[in-house]
């Protein structure tokens, strides 16, 4: 298997329409591990993506990490196909569009406590495999201005956006002004597939990236039970 510098876990959505648009909107399928072509009809789109893109059409479970001393990725494989195989499948009302701060996303619509659970389980079900954060990697996620727990968090998991603080999402954009995420939104509207009713997430992802900032790439999937 190949080796890479980092490691996620996401939930990336089985072939479908929805995973193409992801793909045409980003200009990279994480999937197939290529380049795509952006929608051609949406002007700024490649600049506003720039940030997600690398990281595909995803929602985060376990944040990127390297792998810790003496862990191999074979190790981390089968731990974490035992983990899916182990942990039930997710169910949400919804999926919708919505704003986060200045960010564009896909989010649960109703209550996302059952995709919670599973983000969790992969938090804490694989952390023996995460190398301690650099405190490069902690900085700067300090410079975002953390509340007391969110730290207890990220000394603890290495991100402070886990547990309680996990918000699952599908990342359509980078940080915009209002302006322009207007017209992204307006875009978006108009080009999303019909999103599911009720959102099952019934599967979870190993990706790698090969080297440092190089794009997000699958390995493989899991099903969850």
Do not use: N
Not at 103 to 111: C, H, I, Y
Not at 165 to 175: M, P, Y
Request: hydrophobic share 45%; glycine share 8%.
């Amino acid at each position: 298997m190949t080796t890479y510098t980092r490691y996620a876990v996401y939930y990336l959505p089985p072939k479908g329409d929805l995973a193409d648009f992801g793909a045409a909107w980003l200009g990279w399928d994480a999937a197939t591990g290529q380049k795509t072509a952006h929608f051609a009809d949406v002007a700024g789109l490649a600049q506003a993506v720039a940030t997600p893109q690398k990281y595909g059409f995803h929602a985060t479970l376990k944040p990127p990490f390297r792998l810790a001393d003496g862990c191999g990725v074979t190790d981390l494989r089968d731990a974490l196909a035992d983990l899916a195989a182990a942990t039930p499948a997710a169910t949400a009302p919804g999926l919708g569009l919505a704003r986060l701060g200045r960010f564009l996303a896909l989010v649960p619509q109703g209550d996302g406590a059952d995709i919670g659970r599973v983000a969790a389980a992969m938090v804490q079900g694989l952390d023996q495999f995460r190398a301690p954060a650099s405190q490069g990697e902690l900085a700067r996620r300090r410079a975002a201005g953390l509340t007391p727990r969110q730290e207890q968090l990220l000394t603890q998991w290495g991100y402070p956006y886990v547990m309680e603080a996990f918000r699952f999402h599908l990342t359509l954009s980078g940080k915009l002004a209002s302006d322009a995420l207007d017209q992204l939104e307006a875009a978006a509207q108009r080009l999303l597939p019909p999103l599911p009713q009720p959102f099952v997430m019934a599967e979870v992802a190993l990706l790698g990236e090969r080297a440092d900032d190089a794009p997000f790439e699958l390995i493989e999937r899991f099903a969850l039970a």
